[in-house]
């Protein structure tokens, strides 16, 4: 016995519909693409990051920070220049690094409501995106935008630091005259003079005396006190130090001097 399988079939008018309407979305794509989104080249300050802004910016380790270099870039898959660093600062913390970039990225502009987007992603102060220079996948937080962001300038400030209760070794690895350099050879910071004592500490009397104080310094620690000029970042209404730390009187800097990373306290501000 003959089977025939079953066939549904269209008819003619419905099928010429669809390709009409297939063809109109198609025409509204192009024109809102070509009308009202254009693209364009815009630049941006990064602050290099774990990830989402959330996370306290934490920075990169050492290993992924080396390879970002000024003159990076990524390309499109049509060879057009997506990303392009522009200029990089970084600054060791131990195994990690902080990395200031600034950055020209291939975006695209709403010519309606002005919003910008990168690679289909809403491109904003606070944004976090995914870039990849040289093969180097990270994530940045954006922190400036060109024609958004006041123009961030440098100054030099002198700072009067404190760091509490080290051991006499650390105090000796700080010498007049050392300085913090960026991966730029920019000069951050300058140790100008530098004074050495036991460290505070109250001392009591064991048993049987009971809470007698019998001292008020510890010979086996030391406090430092520094003088250093510092060159900052100004914006409105803040001032930060290598771009993230801010500088107010009791905040602490991370200073990496030749011989050793130092954290003491702002006491002074001039």
Not at 152 to 167: A, F, P
Request: hydrophobic share 40%.
């Amino acid at each position: 016995m003959n089977r025939t399988a079953n066939k549904i079939a269209f008819p003619k008018k419905i099928t010429i519909s669809f390709f009409v309407l297939f063809t109109i979305i198609i025409c509204l794509a192009v024109f809102v693409k070509s009308f009202l989104i254009k693209d364009t080249y815009i630049e941006v300050e990064l602050l290099v990051s774990g990830g989402e802004w959330w996370w306290d910016t934490t920075h990169p380790p050492y290993w992924l920070g080396d390879p970002i270099v000024d003159g990076a870039v990524e390309y499109t898959i049509q060879g057009k220049k997506q990303v392009e660093l522009l200029d990089v600062q970084k600054f060791n913390e131990g195994s990690k690094k902080t990395v200031y970039i600034k950055a020209r990225l291939l975006a695209t502009v709403n010519k309606w409501t002005k919003k910008y987007r990168y690679k289909q992603n809403p491109l904003e102060v606070g944004a976090t995106l995914l870039l990849s220079p040289n093969n180097v996948q990270l994530y940045a937080n954006v922190i400036g935008l060109q024609g958004i962001t006041p123009e961030r300038k440098h100054t030099k400030r002198t700072v009067t630091l404190k760091w509490y209760n080290v051991y006499p070794w650390q105090a000796d690895a700080i010498s007049i005259g050392d300085k913090m350099i960026s991966s730029d050879k920019d000069t951050w910071a300058t140790i100008l003079t530098k004074v050495v004592t036991n460290a505070e500490k109250i001392i009591l009397a064991g048993f049987p005396q009971g809470n007698v104080v019998i001292g008020t310094t510890d010979p086996l620690r030391r406090d430092v006190t520094l003088t250093a000029e510092i060159q900052t970042t100004q914006a409105t209404n803040s001032e930060v130090f290598a771009y993230y730390q801010p500088v107010k009187i009791g905040d602490i800097l991370i200073i990496n001097l030749p011989k050793i990373i130092i954290t003491p306290l702002i006491v002074d501000l001039q």
